[in-house]
């Protein structure tokens, strides 16, 4: 049987050398869901500090910390299809702090820069690629 191959966009990547995640950083509607998960994310991240300030014992703040860690983790593990937190973070909290930012947001910000440097990058490629198959079969 006869095959077509053509490219994809998808990209393969390797998170600080614990899991790897794959997908097209140019995908528009992979993009939606990074902006609407990390939308999620930080109104959990509100409510994480509100709760915890307003906890009145420890184990109460525990609890919570918790329970809103296993949350935060499904999304980040739906939005890869994949779940790469338990490997990713190990048992650290994802709220946990690194670099003057919570480990969740590390991992977004860091996706986010992918995705607006390949779309840079692509848009720079698109218009000659498109002129050589223009002239090439345009006649």
């Known amino acids: 049987m006869p095959e077509i191959k ?3 966009g998808l990209v393969t990547y390797d ?3 614990q899991c790897q995640v794959c997908f097209n950083p140019t995908d528009s509607a992979f993009a939606e869901r990074l902006c609407t998960a990390f939308e999620t994310l930080d109104k959990k991240q509100e409510e994480y500090q509100s709760k915890t300030e307003k ?3 420890k184990k109460e703040i525990f ?3 918790r329970s809103m860690d296993a949350e935060m983790r499904e999304v980040i593990d739906n939005l890869f299809g994949t779940p790469i937190c338990s490997t990713l973070f190990g048992n650290m909290n994802v709220y946990a702090l690194a670099d003057g930012l919570p480990a969740w947001a590390n ?3 860091a996706v986010m820069e992918e995705i607006r440097l390949s779309f840079a990058r692509e848009q720079k490629a698109t218009n000659p690629r498109i002129e ?3 002239k090439k079969y345009h006649r």
Request: glycine share 6%; proline share 0%; charged share 20%.
């Open 6 to 8: 053509f490219e994809t």
């Open 15 to 17: 998170l600080n050398g």
């Open 55 to 57: 906890a009145a014992d």
């Open 63 to 65: 609890d919570a910390i």
């Open 107 to 109: 991992l977004m910000l």
């Open 132 to 134: 050589k198959y223009t």
